[in-house]
Nanobody, 123 residues
Framework: QVQLAESGGGLVQPGGSHRLSCVVSGELGNIYLMDWHRQAPGKQREFVAR???????KYGDFVKGRFTVSTDAAKTTMYLQMNSLKVEDTAVYYC?????????????????WGKGTLVTVSP
């Protein structure tokens, strides 16, 4: 069973930088997508960033070069480096992982979410 654990949340001043981590445990196939999403108070969850098993990267429109998603060499930890943080970046940040069956919505597919980590951007 695949499990995810986010860490690194905290209080950051506007304009500052912060890095989140998401540790993946359990067995996963060779094809998967690893995402960061976030949910701000009173708002719907939104897509932040994605890195695939082959290294393809995608960002939400609001990122505009401020965030960088990466993994360690073993691909067991995903990172989100956030720079030039704004008050509106305040949110609970979640990581998600889908394997090839989970991407297609097939039975026994992996589509797992972490519990989230809170990032508060405030003076």
């Amino acid at each position: 069973q695949v499990q995810l654990a986010e860490s690194g949340g905290g209080l950051v001043q506007p304009g500052g930088s912060h890095r989140l981590s998401c540790v993946v445990s359990g067995e996963l196939g060779n094809i998967y997508l690893m995402d960061w999403h976030r949910q701000a108070p009173g708002k719907q969850r939104e897509f932040v960033a994605r890195i695939s098993s082959v290294g393809t990267i995608k960002y939400g429109d609001f990122v505009k070069g401020r965030f960088t998603v990466s993994t360690d060499a073993a691909k067991t930890t995903m990172y989100l480096q956030m720079n030039s943080l704004k008050v509106e970046d305040t949110a609970v940040y979640y990581c998600n992982i889908k394997d090839s069956r989970g991407i297609l919505g097939l039975p026994n597919g992996v589509d797992t979410w972490g519990k989230g980590t809170l990032v508060t951007v405030s003076p």
